[in-house]
């Protein structure tokens, strides 16, 4: 199974921009990079997902390296709500395999 | 458009007993998921259905855990008989098509076996 790499924790203050990043160096040609998120007490929800281009949509940008061997989740502002651990997968056929995850903690 | 519902939320057993937990998919996915959340973990895959067939079950341990979705909608997940590893949050997550970029999730049943 391929595998993504994150770092265990990373803080930001509140309204600023938080980059999450994500390495992935054994990605194949057709694995797709999908972001989740888990809030406390939650389920994981879906962020975001890409395979070359770049993406955007209402809850954060995805930046891939033109490699494909690493990307970065981009929140633009952070709020208190974006508190959760991040995941970053690869999907694998029909499966979401996930991973240690970030967790993002964010200053008022 | 109502979620992925899970009941209980929160079970307390003791080793040796058995439980089951309940999940109710959003209306009209034909894919259901569990997955099993040990803490500090991420979730793992236990058992995929599409309708009412069993996709992918290679992680889950059947020598004690069985799962069912009769009707192709809801879906039971039973532990018998429970071990103290086995607590974690058991979590429910449906999809409109199997490969489908998005699943979402229930709020997971919390497990404690003591």
């Known amino acids: 199974d391929a595998k993504t790499t994150q770092p265990n924790s990373m803080e930001s203050n509140e309204e600023e921009p938080v980059h999450l990043p994500c390495n992935h160096s054994t990605i194949s040609g057709t694995d797709y990079i999908h972001w989740y998120r888990q809030l406390p007490s939650q389920g994981p929800e879906y962020v975001i997902h890409?395979?070359?281009s770049n993406v955007n949509n209402r809850m954060a940008s995805l930046a891939i390296a033109e490699d494909r061997k690493s990307s970065t989740l981009i929140l633009h502002r952070a709020t208190l709500r974006d508190a959760a651990v991040y995941y970053c997968i690869l999907r694998d056929r029909l499966e979401l395999i996930f991973g240690q995850g970030t967790e993002l903690s964010v200053k008022p | 458009e109502a979620g992925v519902a899970q009941s209980p939320r929160y079970k307390i057993i003791e080793k040796r007993q058995s439980v089951a937990f309940w999940c109710n998919p959003i209306s009209g996915h034909a894919t259901l998921y569990w997955y099993q959340q040990i803490l500090g973990q991420g979730p793992k895959l236990l058992i995929q259905f599409q309708n009412n067939g069993v996709v992918d079950d290679s992680q889950l341990p059947k020598d004690r855990f069985s799962a069912e979705r009769l009707k192709g909608v809801d879906s039971t997940l039973k532990i018998q008989p429970a071990k103290l590893e086995d607590s974690a949050v058991y979590l429910c997550?449906?999809?409109?098509?199997?490969?489908?970029?998005?699943?979402?999730f229930g709020p997971g049943t919390r497990l404690t076996v003591t």
């Open positions: 997550a449906s999809s409109s098509i199997a490969g489908s970029y998005e699943q979402y």
């Open positions: 890409g395979l070359t």
